[in-house]
């Protein structure tokens, strides 16, 4: 198990869809140890593959309702197969640095997913924790949650890194 670097936008692999899982081999269980490290480390909510530079249809999310809980899910080949209602809340992401911002999604969502051992399972999520499941099934379209902003608040935010990058160099 090892932390791995997560990469930020606008790094290319976060626009890249990801690829389905078909190996449910160790390479992948010591993919999801890693993940589960980093994403605890940062600390997060939730992580998905291709934020540490793996285009794959992985994620991992703390389920704990616990403030300071820790409960992982794993999610392989996730897919949103109903959705319902609508809902806004405050995001942000380990990838999109120094910005938080209100979202519009849906309330509640069922996902078809498999677990680490390729065991096909269903899940129903709502309010908050449907927010963490979208949010994570999105970086695998390559979409991150400023593509939910208005045209306006994105550009803004595009300028501002830009900014951060060349005061860097
Ligand atoms: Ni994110």
Redesign the pocket.
Known sequence: MSLRTILTFPDPVLRKKAIKVTEFDESLQGLIADMTDTMYDAPGV?L?AP?IGESIQLIVVNASQEADGRDTLVMVNPEIIEKEGSQVDEEG????LDLTASVKRSKKITVSYQDKTGQSLEMTAEDRFSVILQ??ID?LHGV??IDHLSTLKRALYKKKIKKMMAAKQ
Request: charge should be negative; glycine fraction near 8%.
């Open positions: 939730g998905a934020q992401c380990l990838s999109v949010h994570e970086h991150l949650f």
